[in-house]
């Protein structure tokens, strides 16, 4: 009798840990980290940024060319969080999503690339565009 109740809290223990290893893993316990670098041209002109959630604003600044603009944080428990960006260049204006809770995070950091035609998106090696200046 003894033992069945051993095998029992064995299993429980496992699977309970093997339960807050996949939480930690995949959700709103995971601290995620957003990178915006300026790579514009150096004697052109400032990059304004502003980056908000619905609860906070995040940036409300101007970058000069290799200056970079970071910040990190948690997603809610019930997965909506969201922090979007607007930027202006001159003339250019450009604004775009800069991380949604429902979308597919491998690293837990994202990083954009501010060139002159436009935003790019770094993951791992791979670039590519995710806006374009209007």
């Known amino acids: 009798m003894a033992s069945t109740h051993m095998n029992n809290f064995f299993y429980i223990f496992v699977i309970f840990f093997y339960l807050v ?3 930690e893993a995949t959700s709103f316990l995971r601290k995620h980290h957003i ?3 300026n790579e514009l041209p150096t004697n052109s002109a400032s ?3 502003y980056c ?9 600044q101007r970058l000069n060319s290799g200056e970079q603009v970071s910040w990190s944080f948690r ?16 003339s250019k204006r450009c604004s ?4 949604r809770s429902n979308w597919l995070v491998t690293y837990g950091i994202e990083n954009y690339l501010v060139r002159e035609d436009g935003f790019y998106h770094k993951d791992g090696g791979d670039i590519y565009g995710v806006c374009y200046w209007s």
């Open 47 to 49: 990059l304004f940024v």
């Open 21 to 23: 290893h996949m939480i």
């Open 75 to 90: 997603s809610n428990w019930i997965g909506t969080t969201l922090y979007f960006c607007r930027f202006r260049w001159g």
């Open 96 to 99: 775009f999503d800069v991380f």
């Open 52 to 60: 908000a959630s619905k609860d906070d604003v995040v940036a409300n």
């Open 35 to 37: 990178h915006i670098y």
